[in-house]
């Protein structure tokens, strides 16, 4: 009996085709989806769409920017290792390129939490943070001495 991979690319929605503005071939395309979609599923508990989702997945394609090298080489090695599910899939990118792995977490996390639905399912303002800005409660501001404790880490310039 032949196994086919969980990845394989059965059909392309348009989505999927080769898509120039994100400089990904359609089989990186489709692969990308089928990998974000395992990252962060469609929750119907939580009235939730997944990262795949063709909104999110758009935005996803169109943001990628500095991160795409690094995107295509993690899809590169998502294709030669084959994983069958996201635990897999994030156990053996974080062991062997930890560096890819951020990268495809950092878009995929950037992407799909500035998603209206998703922001208005975790009790979040669908609204840009600025000028109104959020609240945020009063807080043990010792906890900072550590941090400042370890001192300047730059070098002052002199004004000229």
């Known amino acids: 009996m032949k196994t086919v991979s969980p990845f394989a690319i059965v059909s ?28 962060i599923p469609q929750s119907e508990a939580f009235g939730v769409p997944g990262a795949d989702d063709p909104l999110i997945f ?18 590169s090695l998502v294709k030669q290792t084959q994983q069958s599910d996201a635990a897999a899939l994030a156990a053996m990118l974080t062991s062997t ?5 951020a990268s495809l977490v950092s878009v995929v996390t950037r992407c799909y939490y500035r998603d209206n639905r998703v922001m208005k399912s975790i009790g979040m303002a669908v609204r840009a943070p600025y000028p109104e800005g959020f609240s945020i409660e009063p807080n043990d501001l ?5 941090v400042k404790a370890r001192g300047r880490r730059y070098r002052l310039v002199a004004d000229e």
């Open 142 to 146: 010792t906890l900072l001495d550590p």
């Open 97 to 101: 390129r930890p560096d890819l792995c």
């Open 58 to 75: 758009a935005d996803l394609l169109a943001s990628l920017g500095r991160d795409l090298p690094a995107i295509r080489e993690a899809l």
């Open 12 to 39: 392309l929605s348009p989505l999927t085709s080769a898509d120039t503005q994100s400089g990904l071939s359609a089989e990186e395309v489709g692969l990308l989806r089928q990998v974000a979609g395992l990252m």
